[in-house]
């Protein structure tokens, strides 16, 4: 399985793999035909940069041109694992990559199959989530080939995303290091070593976006999805069922009521871990039902919390 990926990528073309995060689609970074497939394939905004895989340090050194001590202290603490480095990039990464960015975004994944794929394959992989560019992001086997049957060479299958939310990407080209992206790593997590602004602080994500594909369509399945704070769930829920709509509901812990049109239900039973793990299964699954409206209590914003709530605002924005 593993060699044929390799044989794949060697020739230019593109295969989907599993990570901890997130399922990605892949191309050998230096190939600029390859990396080209990828935007075709997801239909991906050319202004929206590539995160780039590694499976050990020595290929760090091909992709960045400056790594701070600092950032090199949160490596050997987080990676392999969900955290991406944003880097001043070295001339031979393809401008296509990074947007025309002088920056390269760089993560060592930690699921066994990305790591083993890497290393057979010897070079850094280029890979976006796989999924059509604007949807909910791939986070098992299944739903990696609904995505991108005929639109990828390959697609390596692996056990479900163990994390199912993206990594953080977090920015060391400024000082204080700062958030782009939140992700399984949290705010708390990285504070605990070295100074960090939080994402969304000050300039936030208006005009400018500091992380381009912040600015973009994203993670939205086929039906509206409505965030609503905890204290408001009972009540948002009574006023959708006044109209005649098919209802999903997930819950991050409040009662979902008996319904004949609530037709999919979950509760994370305040379970962030477990809430990020199924947001995109369960986003996917209501789609799947005919839902036509998907009302999602939101967690807290701490934590993990920030991350899911990103997603889940992004998810409801109507463009
Ligand atoms: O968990 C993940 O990060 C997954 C798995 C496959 O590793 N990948 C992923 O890739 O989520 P994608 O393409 O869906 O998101 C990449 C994010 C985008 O928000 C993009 O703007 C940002 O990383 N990014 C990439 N390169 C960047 C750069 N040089 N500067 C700032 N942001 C960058
Ligand atoms: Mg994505």
Redesign the pocket.
């Known amino acids: 399985m593993i060699e044929k990926a390799v044989r794949i990528l060697r020739k230019g073309g593109i295969v989907a793999f599993p ?1 901890e ?5 892949g191309a050998n970074v230096f190939d600029r035909g390859a990396v080209e497939k990828i935007f075709k394939a997801k239909g ?1 905004p050319g202004d ?4 780039v ?1 590694i499976s050990d340090l020595s290929q760090l050194k091909r992709l960045a041109a400056q790594v701070p001590k600092d950032a090199e202290s949160l490596m050997r603490r987080f990676w392999p694992g ?1 955290l ?1 480095f ?1 880097f001043k ?1 070295r001339p031979e990464v393809p401008s296509r990559v ?2 025309g ?1 002088s ?3 760089v ?1 060592m ?1 930690g699921h066994p199959l990305a790591r083993r794929l890497i290393r057979a394959f010897g070079h850094p992989i280029a ?4 999924n059509v560019s604007g949807r909910p ?1 791939a986070t098992n086997y299944q739903a990696a080939r609904r995505e991108l049957a005929g639109k990828a060479d390959m697609i390596l299958r692996g056990s479900a995303s163990r994390i199912g ?3 953080t ?1 977090l ?1 060391c080209t400024r000082r204080p290091f700062r958030i ?2 939140p ?1 399984f790593v949290t705010l708390e997590d990285l504070r605990k070593y070295v100074p960090v602004r939080a994402f969304g602080t000050r300039s936030g994500f208006k005009g400018a976006a ?5 600015k973009h369509r994203h993670y939205r399945p086929n039906c509206r999805v409505v965030p609503v704070s905890s204290g408001r769930w009972s009540g948002k829920l009574r006023e959708l069922l006044k109209d005649n709509m098919k209802l999903g509901a997930l819950s991050f812990r409040s009662k979902i009521p008996d319904h004949s049109r609530i037709i999919f239900s979950r509760n994370f039973r305040g379970n962030s871990g477990r809430m990020a793990r199924e947001l995109y299964p369960s986003f996917l699954t209501a789609e799947k039902r005919g839902v036509d409206v998907l009302v999602v209590e939101e967690p807290q914003k701490k934590g993990l919390g920030a991350a899911i709530l990103d997603r889940l605002r992004r998810a409801a924005r109507a463009e």
């Open positions: 990570t995060t997130v399922y990605g689609l991906r929206n940069p590539l995160i895989h969900p991406t944003v990039k990074t947007a960015l920056t390269v975004a993560r994944p890979a976006p989530s796989a992001s939310i993206e990594s990407v920015d782009l992206r992700g500091p992380s381009p594909g912040m």
